[in-house]
């Protein structure tokens, strides 16, 4: 295998900053622990800003696109060629992320890892790692070099990101089967059966709900004998977009880049950068809870708490996306309101 990056160290979080931010907070201009959430939110990116009162520079979003064989299984309610086609309207600008990039003005970009259909299209990064990766309930889904190079992809978009100083960053996906490969991945590395993290994707209904789990429980059952070396795991049964973003949070924390993470898919893979290398867990902020009802588990299992729930299902990075304003607000308060002894206000409850 080549040379293995991601198990490098990731940077420390200023504690200094982050006491200091705690202590600010604490002379804010209103009754403690009032901003609930926005307060420690603004503490937790002192910390991994290293200031004591942050301040969100541009968010870069990355969407990677791939296939999935197992898609051949009949697990999800829409076609595969719909992953392509999301291409097209992602950078045509008409898909739901690339009206919420343009909004909050991020820079979006879009990563076809391997796609089924044919040439590379214009404005995307173009990997071509396969035509999807192979149907997991057969096989492993990627082979080890297919794994290492979709890790590399997402290191590189990190590295893109780098170059225009993005101060957060947000990885998004697209890949018709992917809340399969998702679930599946989830269930082997928290010792789960299917039941627990099977939910209807983009829309099955009861039976092939049913059925999907059990392509789910299958395929755990072929793999079960490789053991849960967190590589291996994600190369058996991950996907091109999933072993990417994993990479690219990995990549993130190295270079002390937050990321807000989005829905159940990428909660997946930010479960996977964590199992490949715990140190990057600090860097990882959650934008929401998906509908997708496996998502609260695996969000559980990080101990993550996630700033939305408004019953999103879309991915793309759309849910992350949502939740910049709140923290560009958080930020916001923390620097800019007064405190008691600025603005004379008593700070002793009566
Ligand atoms: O982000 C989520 O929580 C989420 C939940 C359900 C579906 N999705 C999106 O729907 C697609 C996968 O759904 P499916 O049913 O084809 O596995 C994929 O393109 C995801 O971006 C995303
Ligand atoms: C239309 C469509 C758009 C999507 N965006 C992310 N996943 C998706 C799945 C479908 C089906």
Known sequence: MNEQWWLAACQPVDHVARQKAGQRQARLTKPSGSLGRLESLAVELAGLQGRECPHLEQPWIAVFAGDHGVVAEGVSAYPQAVTRQMLHNFVAGGAAISVLAHQLQARLEVIDLGTVGGEPLGGVHSYALGPGTANFTQGPAMSVAQCVAALDAGRAS?????????????????????????????????????????????????????????????????????????????????????????????????????????????????????????????????????????????????????????????????????????????????????????????????
């Open 158 to 350: 990190v590295e893109r990101a780098r170059q225009v100083c993005a101060g957060l960053y947000i990885g998004g996906e697209m890949g018709i089967g992917n809340t399969t490969a998702a679930a599946a991945l989830g269930c082997a590395l928290l010792d789960l059966p299917a039941l627990a993290l099977t939910g209807p994707g983009t829309g099955l209904d009861a039976a092939g709900l049913s059925h999907k789990q059990r392509v789910i429980d299958s395929a755990l059952l072929l793999h079960q004998h490789a053991g849960s070396e967190p590589f291996e795991v994600l190369r058996r049964l991950g996907g091109f977009e999933i072993a990417a973003l994993a990479g690219a949070f990995v990549a993130c924390a190295q270079h002390g880049l937050p990321v807000l993470v989005d829905g159940f898919i990428t909660t997946v893979a930010a479960l996977c950068a964590v199992r490949l290398n715990p140190a990057c867990r600090p860097w990882l902020l959650f934008g929401h809870r998906s509908a997708e009802p496996g998502h609260a588990l695996v969000l559980q299992a990080l101990k993550a708490e996630p700033l939305l729930d408004l019953g999103l299902r879309l991915g793309e990075g759309s849910g992350a996306a949502l939740a910049v304003p709140l923290l560009r607000l958080a930020c916001s308060l923390h620097g800019g309101m007064a405190t008691f002894e600025e603005a004379q206000v008593s700070d002793r409850p009566a």
